[in-house]
């Protein structure tokens, strides 16, 4: 899985510097996505497409091929296949690209190019809505801030380096209204993450701002290493997996016994290790277990932390490798875990509705499976259970067919999206549940 680090802030602040200096020093790819945007605005002021033109704007973004090459220690941005590294710096292009970056199409797109190249290769990202948009869940997450004047001046330097004519007054009077701009975007608006890592650096110099960085991106790192090897042993755990195994084979007797458990459309589960998220209705707390026991592959679910209170509870959930979610704040380290699960090829289990009787209640369901799909690009298996659990009367489990939302995917962030993808998801576990036996 790739590592990310995200850098967000204004214009002038040094990022672009600092993350130059750190991609060569941490070994990660600098895609600069300002370049990325400034491409965009040079290409449509040199085809006078005007900005509320968004049929030539459609055309344009389809045909358009950005590309972020290295070149003796120099990043060399390519507009189709043309060197445009020095013009897309111009005045022309500066006056233009915050308002071409609020275009919806054009963010949408780019964000889709940033995100395909940080699929495969350890990155460095900067930008404006890095940590907020384009990779919510980066490994680490940088806003670097300065003072407006000490921006400006920064700027001013810079543009008489390049021999680009100016005065410090003008510099100053457009950095300001970037800014409000930058702030004031319905899409991609320069926003501080909350869990970003705030750094000013006014009064530090590059070497200081991007040795305080390097040292979180260790630092994280390491963790990360550490949680990886320690996830990738897990399974190794001899006693644990005698656990597992025992428990499973146990409850799976018990189970085809007692509730005479009958699987239908199983084979819509692959043997193989592709990831899937299956998505159940939820009638009663023996659910999940009868979908772990019952599965081809083994099941990880996500479970409300509260169920850990239960000593015995607790244990055959620490066996299942459950993940708890805590439902009364916005859970990141569930949904992290949950992502570093599927990407690592597992099932993960979800209850979309979020509590038992759920249908009975016409409870509405949540959005957290349909993020989770899109977020990650899996695929969703709807599991309609049948039955009431009493003893000795039979339970049924069917499977449904697997769901592709990829038509979706890079719009987790749309509540629009996600609302009609989680419909879809209910409708189809509804289908399943009420299909004859």
């Not at 004031?184 to 305080?212: C, H, Q, R």
């Not at 190794?236 to 085809?256: C, G, P, Q």
Request: proline share 2%; with cysteine; hydrophobic share 40%.
């Amino acid at each position: 899985m790739a590592f990310i680090v995200a850098l967000d802030g204004p214009a002038g602040s040094g990022k672009g510097t600092v993350t130059k200096i750190l991609a060569k020093k941490l070994g990660l790819v600098n895609i600069d996505t300002g370049a990325m945007y400034r491409c965009v605005a040079l290409e449509m002021l040199n085809k006078n497409i005007e900005l509320n033109d968004l049929e030539k704007i459609k055309d344009l973004l389809n045909s358009i091929n950005i590309k972020l090459e290295e070149n003796k220690n120099k990043q060399v941005v390519l507009l189709n296949g043309q060197d445009v590294s020095d013009e897309i710096r111009s005045n022309k292009v500066t006056k233009v690209v915050s308002q071409v970056s609020r275009i919806k199409e054009i963010r949408e797109k780019l964000v889709e190019m940033q995100r395909e190249m940080a699929k495969t290769k350890d990155i460095i990202m900067e930008g404006r809505d890095i940590t907020t948009v384009v990779f919510p869940n980066a490994d680490v997450k940088i806003y670097l801030d300065a003072d407006l004047e000490e921006r400006a001046k920064r700027r001013f330097e810079q543009n008489k380096k390049k021999n680009i004519e100016s005065t410090y007054e003008q510099v100053l009077n457009d950095m300001k209204a970037r800014d409000e701009n930058d702030k004031n975007k319905e899409f991609g608006a320069l926003k501080i993450a909350k869990d970003a890592i705030v750094i000013d650096s006014s009064k530090k110099s590059i070497n200081e701002v991007v040795s305080e960085i390097s040292k979180i991106v260790k630092k994280k790192k390491k963790e990360i290493f550490l949680e990886e090897r320690a996830y990738k042993e897990r399974p190794d755990s001899k006693l644990k997996m005698f656990e597992r195994k025992a428990l499973i084979n146990i409850t799976h007797f018990v189970y085809r016994v007692l509730f005479r458990i009958e699987n239908i459309g199983e084979k819509n589960i692959p043997e193989d290790g592709e990831s899937y998220i299956v998505c159940a209705n939820h009638l009663n707390y023996l659910d999940a277990i009868a979908v772990i026991t019952s599965s081809n592959r083994f099941v990880r679910f996500m479970c409300k932390s509260s169920m850990f209170k239960n000593a015995l509870f607790t244990w055959v959930l620490h066996i299942g490798d459950t993940i708890p979610v805590n439902r009364e704040k916005n859970d990141i380290d569930a949904m992290k875990r949950s992502i570093k699960a599927l990407k690592s090829g597992e099932i993960l289990g979800i209850f979309p509705e979020g509590t038992r009787k759920g249908m009975e209640k016409n409870l509405s369901a949540k959005n957290g499976a349909a993020f989770m799909a899109l977020r990650t690009k899996t695929k969703v298996i709807p599991i309609g259970i049948q039955g009431s659990f009493k003893p000795f009367t039979k339970v049924y489990l069917n499977y449904g067919k697997p769901l592709d939302f990829s038509e979706y995917y890079g719009k987790e962030k749309d509540k629009e999206v996600l609302n009609k993808v989680t419909k879809e998801i209910m409708d189809n576990i509804i289908k399943v549940t009420n299909e004859k036996k």
